[in-house]
């Protein structure tokens, strides 16, 4: 069709069955155009031979005039209808394909929030920025979203002024524990010194290792390539100072871009245990292409296969006693998890045959 300021199609008025009945069908469709100036006709080269001679017209054209004095001229093809069961077969199928083409638009339009709520969600508590969802679309996707940032807003708060509170507790409570070590060098048994001392001590350790587990996500230490090789060798060798037997096996370097500080930490609590629990340390690494992997074996009893989570919750110490001697505060291995999890990796616990424990660090390489 196209549009013109006279009609294009020079037409008189032309009547037919078929003109007729399509020219009832358009004014029933649209009224207006029963006083518009409708033309029909037939185009002059639309004509194709019949069998028997006659002529069989298919190509119409028409003009419509407008309002405003313009025409709308169009030509279009007519044909001869389908059987009833074509067609009843063919609407089927057309409306069939509609409505699958728009439930899988519908589909997809609901399906795309609630994918970035699910992505949003499955991010909240890893390292970085926190996770904002936009609060844009359906009245009902912006309420999720505005709910989901506020949850998340009280959530980091919660924990900022958790870790504030105790901070400023540790604070108070280093001061008090100095001036009780600096009174007990006043004293004359020895004996009651030293014990003072130890308790002073295991009291500073647990303070820090709580601190250490609450600041978790909140460091800001940076990454930066790092030797976990010097870094084991180090811890080794300062346990087999200290008196135990802790040695390392494996290549002599190993390049990893991690927060050396927090994974040193990590693995000084995974040799401490060995050695605290199991009498030996003896570490192993194995530097793959796609990760480095970590194995630590010493020979104590083990752990029930019912504890090897258990173990990594906070503050749970298989053995039940708080002796310095036996064990600390519980958070040796939460802090490694967690650290070692926020670069990527896992660990794991497994019972050796011959006895003891093995615990699987496994850190990914990262680009």
Known sequence: MHWTPAP???????????I???RARLVELVPELRTSGLRLGYAEDGTAPMPDGEQFRHVIIGAVELPDGSWLNFSAGLFRPPTAEHASLLSTSAMAAGILLL????????????RQLSDAADRIGLPGATVRMPETGPREVRHAALAFNRMQARINKLIADRTQALAAVSHDLRTPIARLRLRAGFLDDPEAQRQIDSD???????IGATLAYLRGEDELE??????IVAMLETLCDAAADAG????????????LTCRPVAIKRAFANLIDNAVKYGKAARVQLDDEPERILVRIDDDGPGIPEADMEAVFEP????EASRNRGTGGTGLGLTIARQVISQHGGTIRLA????GGLTILAELPRRR
Do not use: C, H, K, W
Not at 8 to 18: G, K, T, Y
Not at 200 to 206: C, Q, R, V
Not at 315 to 318: A, G, I, Q, T, V
């Open 8 to 18: 294009a199609v020079r037409l008189v008025e032309e009547s037919s069955p078929r």
């Open 20 to 22: 007729e009945a399509l």
């Open 200 to 206: 002073l001590d295991e009291m500073d350790a647990m």
């Open 351 to 354: 019972n050796r045959p011959a």
């Open 222 to 227: 940076a990454e930066r390539p790092t030797d």
């Open 315 to 318: 503050f749970r110490r298989l």
């Open 244 to 255: 135990a037997d802790a040695r390392y096996e494996g290549p002599g370097q190993a390049r």
């Open 103 to 114: 439930g899988l638009f519908v589909v997809r339009l609901i399906g795309r929030p609630l």
